[in-house]
């Protein structure tokens, strides 16, 4: 068995983290997120449960091999993205890439980069929280769905290169009422 492995989001964090445990860890950087839906379909099973359809992104094939190789002899697995929805589902996507390689992988979380607070993330370790990956998988699945069943509305109703989001939408709406409102009062 090799020393334990942690794996953050940033290189900088990496580099860090990496001075605070001096040698007694492997500290590696995802670099952000491993895994997306795929850019050229929808990337949604819309028949089967809206079932995301996730793929490694192309960038990320060299980081997710310097992953499998460091875990596969790793005594433990810190799966340490930020502590937010992204950041769960970050550690969720590297979780189901290396659950072959490792069996021994805990996620933590690291609210300050400082040695305190690092030991203290190391201190606590947990599994990884399914509703907060899940609310972030929603998130993502409606973007998704908005984006790409709205936008070629607008292209024949309105014209090319016009885009429609989950977000953008909603806004649109209300500034478009709230400009409504100030030409009906004067």
Not at 50 to 68: C, N, Q, T, W
Not at 93 to 118: A, C, D, M, Q, W
Not at 134 to 158: H, I
């Amino acid at each position: 068995m090799s020393k334990p492995v942690i794996i953050v989001e940033s290189p900088t964090k990496a580099k860090s983290i990496t001075k605070y445990l001096a040698s007694r860890y492997i500290v590696l950087a995802s670099r952000g997120h491993v895994r997306d839906l795929p850019k050229n379909e929808m990337g949604v099973d819309i028949e089967n449960d809206f079932e995301p359809k996730y793929r490694v992104l192309s960038e990320k094939k060299d980081v997710i091999a310097s992953i499998k190789k460091a875990v596969a002899s790793a005594e433990a697995v810190y799966l340490a993205p930020d502590p937010d929805r992204e950041g769960e589902a970050i550690a969720w996507h590297i979780y189901e890439i290396i659950k072959g390689e490792n069996t021994n992988i805990s996620r933590v979380l690291f609210n300050e980069i400082t040695p305190r607070g690092v030991e203290a993330g190391l201190a606590h370790p947990r599994p990884l929280d399914q509703k907060l990956f899940e609310a972030q998988q929603a998130r993502r699945v409606l973007d998704r769905l908005v984006g790409y069943e709205l936008s070629p509305l607008l292209w024949k109703k309105v014209g090319r290169g016009l885009s429609a989001g989950r977000v953008q939408s909603v806004a649109v709406r209300l500034v478009v009422e709230r400009e409504r409102e100030i030409q009906r009062f004067v």
